[in-house]
């Protein structure tokens, strides 16, 4: 009976030691898995601190308003400059500071001798300005001239061909009278000089027929701006001297 007794407390307590010891190696095991975690916790905390502060506890990285402030300098250096266009100068009313012109024209000549024949020139003219507004309206200009001239000249029963030929100094002074419509004047000064041949070809050419001299010339006529660069006109000139001439045309002015 007592191998009994024995074999019975046996069966009641081997269960609980045995679970008893089975807790004990459990039991590390699940305290170490436990602090494995733990440490592996603290290890991704102390890694995210160590990336968020620095040992004196300063940003490493910076605050959200430093990047937002390193983003606008960088807006900053990658923005192009904007070009600032510099207003447009308007042009100025009436005629500008200088010009260049032409003209096509009718023109008579006459020498002291012989009877001259002309029919048309086409001369070149340019001019600065060396007064505007003079006594508050007049705009005077220093000119320089060319005008050519195809002659034809008869004496004593001979013909000669050749061509006349004025360079001319002076001025020009010109007023509004009309909007875009100007009055001109002119006056100058040169020099006129006549190169002839015998139309037959045989002999020489009267000396008295070649002479040359001074020139004075005196203009007049009316000039519109079609353009802003641009004026077309009609001008008449009366030249005195040892070639007499009178000239009528159109001019055309480019303003500069």
Do not use: C
């Not at 020139?121 to 505007?132: A, S």
């Not at 705009?139 to 000249?153: E, K, M």
């Not at 100058?188 to 002839?196: C, D, M, W």
């Not at 041949?197 to 010339?217: N, Q, R």
Request: proline content about 4%; cysteine-free.
């Amino acid at each position: 009976m007592k191998w009994l007794a024995s074999a019975l407390i046996a069966s009641v307590l081997l269960p609980s030691v045995l679970q008893a010891k089975g807790l004990d190696k459990l039991g590390p095991e699940t305290e170490e898995t436990e602090a494995d975690k733990k440490d592996g916790e603290g290890i991704d905390k102390a890694g995210h601190e160590h990336n968020v502060k620095s040992g004196d506890g300063k940003d490493v990285k910076g605050s959200g308003k430093d990047e937002e402030d390193g983003d606008k300098e960088k807006a900053k250096t990658d923005a192009k400059p904007v070009e600032v266009k510099k207003p447009e100068v308007p042009v100025e009313p009436g005629f500008q500071q200088a010009y260049l012109g032409t003209s096509l024209s009718i023109i008579g000549v006459s020498g002291s001798t012989g009877t001259w024949h002309s029919s048309t020139t086409g001369d070149l003219e340019g001019g600065y300005r060396l007064l505007k507004g003079y006594q508050g309206r007049w705009d005077v200009y220093g000119t320089i001239r060319y005008r050519p001239a195809d002659l034809t000249v008869e004496k004593n029963q001979r013909a000669y061909r050749g061509i006349s030929e004025t360079y001319l100094f002076g001025a020009k002074a010109q007023t509004e009278i009309r909007p875009k419509l100007f009055a001109v004047a002119s006056a100058e000064l040169g020099r006129s000089k006549a190169a002839l041949y015998p139309i037959d070809g045989e002999g020489g050419v009267d000396g008295e027929l070649e002479k040359s001299g001074v020139d004075l010339s005196l203009g007049g006529g009316v000039s519109y701006l079609v353009l802003d660069k641009i004026a077309l006109g009609t001008q008449i000139h009366l030249g005195l001297g040892v070639i007499k001439s009178t000239q009528f045309g159109v001019d055309l002015r480019f303003l500069l």
